[in-house]
Structure formats: structure tokens, C-alpha cells
């Protein structure tokens, strides 16, 4: 069977998933977790769930909840086989706590020649650790911190992974964005992109994909892809001009962070 962009972009998620968690196959999915970061949808989560039969909904979630409550862990997410959800199954996690993310799942189909502003330097964050890390402060009110610091601990830990090239964009010494290129088999998926909003039309990004994607060609990957928000318009609209183009939908559904009350945010 022809694989899709849709089941290429799964597959790279789970070997992201597996960077950072352990794993354990119950009866209707995946359980992945990671004590230290079970603060983070992605590392408590229960994925490639399969329920065929819809009255078998209630029992798999019942014995997805049991595995994390008898670990005093918490599901965050649940992500279905194949990216979509049956409405049924998602009526019942909407119900029970749950929110639906829908993503775009894009393919690279022409090589564009981008243009980088000459004052934005590209270097591999790897090198850079300390660097890497400030451009985790953006976005996050300051009452979240501890949830921030988490989300950079994750990132940095994920370094270490040869399979993963992250680099960072600095502007005059100063870190101003950071993108990735995960490389899993014969295919290379853009990761991560962010670019601070004081830089956004400063040709940032274009610097970061011009340097990712310039290395997957070199590569010669046959499958480039990306997967970013249905609600990233905008971020859509640039992968376009990169040489994306969208091809199908993933959803995932998760909870809350705030919805325990042991969780610090």
C-alpha cells in the first residue's frame, strides 16, 4: 500500500514520541510517558488508538485512564490511528474533557530558491544549548514559567538525537527563531518552526527553511514534509510559498493542562 503524507508524518511523530517516553501496547492503542515531563501532552499520551467497534469507546478509555491513574500520571492526549477520529469517538472525548487540534499535513513538491536577509546567521543549535534555550521566554505569561521551563528542558534533552537537526536563527547575536529537520527513513519533516513577533517579517523564517530544506535536498530525502495548526493560516500560506502543498488532516484531542490540579502552569 502507497504510503500517504498523512502516514508518514504519524510515522516520524511516533519516533519523535519515543525521543523523550517509554511505551507499553494496551489493548486499542499505545501508551506513551515520561515521568519527569508528564506535565506535557507529549509525554502522557495515548496513541495510534483503533476502537472499530464504537460501544467499545467507553471500555478503552476507561482502561487508558486505570494505566495512568494506578502510575499517578494523567492522560494529556489522545491521537488516533491513521490521524482521524470517528465522530463518535470524538463526541465522547469532547465530553469527557477533551478538545479537538486539527493540523494540515503538508508535502514539498518544488524546491524554491528562498532569500535570507544577511544579517540573520544560522547555526545548529546543538552547539548553542544556552542560546537555544532563550528563545523559550517568548509567549509565556509569567505565572507559566515552571511550564516553560519544562517545554525547554524537553526541547534540549531532544538534541542529543542524531536523527534531528535543530537550528537556530540569530539577528545581530540575538536569537530570534529556531526550526528543525527530523530525518526518519526516507523522510525529512520540518519541526518546530518559531520565529519571535518582533522578527516575523524580517525574513527569519525564510532564513530557517532555506538552511533545513537546502539540507534535505542535499540529503536527497524523497519525502519532505511539515505539519502545522488548521489555525495557522499564515504559517500555511509561507509553507505554500516554500513549495508545500497541503495534503490531508490530522486530529488529536487533548486535554487541559490546568484540568489537574496537580499539574504546575
Known amino acids: ?27 486499542y492503542g499505545i501508551v506513551y510517558h515520561n515521568r519527569r515531563f508528564a506535565a506535557l501532552p507529549e509525554a502522557s499520551q495515548f496513541r495510534e488508538v483503533l476502537i472499530e467497534d464504537a460501544a467499545r469507546i467507553p471500555e478503552a478509555f476507561e482502561q487508558a485512564e486505570m494505566w495512568f491513574q494506578k502510575r ?23 465530553r469527557n474533557g477533551f478538545r479537538a487540534r486539527r493540523h494540515v499535513a503538508m508535502s514539498l513538491v518544488r524546491w524554491v530558491d528562498l532569500k535570507a536577509p544577511e544579517r540573520v546567521r544560522i547555526l545548529p543549535a546543538r552547539a548553542m544549548r544556552t542560546a537555544y534555550r532563550e528563545t523559550f521566554t517568548e509567549g509565556y505569561a509569567p505565572e507559566s514559567s515552571t511550564m516553560r521551563e519544562l517545554i525547554a528542558e524537553a526541547s534540549l534533552e531532544r538534541l542529543d538525537d542524531p536523527h534531528l537537526d535543530m537550528v537556530l536563527a540569530l539577528w545581530d547575536k540575538r536569537p530570534v527563531g529556531r526550526c528543525g529537520l527530523y530525518i526518519v527513513g526516507d523522510i525529512a519533516r520540518v519541526m518546530n518552526v518559531w520565529v519571535s513577533p518582533d522578527f516575523v517579517d524580517r525574513g527569519v523564517e525564510e532564513a530557517l527553511l532555506a538552511h533545513v530544506l537546502a539540507l534535505a535536498k542535499r540529503l536527497t530525502m524523497r519525502n519532505v514534509l511539515a505539519q502545522i495548526e488548521e489555525t495557522d493560516l499564515a504559517g500555511q500560506v509561507r509553507l505554500e510559498k516554500t513549495g508545500f502543498v497541503r495534503d490531508g488532516e490530522i486530529v488529536e484531542f487533548e486535554r487541559d493542562l490546568t484540568a489537574n490540579a496537580g499539574v504546575a502552569t
Open 72 to 94: 499517578d500520571l494523567f492522560c494529556r492526549r489522545w491521537a488516533p490511528a491513521e490521524g482521524r477520529g470517528t465522530s463518535d469517538l470524538a463526541e465522547f472525548l469532547i
Open 1 to 27: 500500500m502507497e504510503r500517504t503524507t498523512v502516514g508518514s508524518l504519524l510515522r516520524t511523530t511516533q519516533a519523535y514520541c519515543g525521543q523523550l517516553c517509554e511505551k507499553e501496547t494496551l489493548d
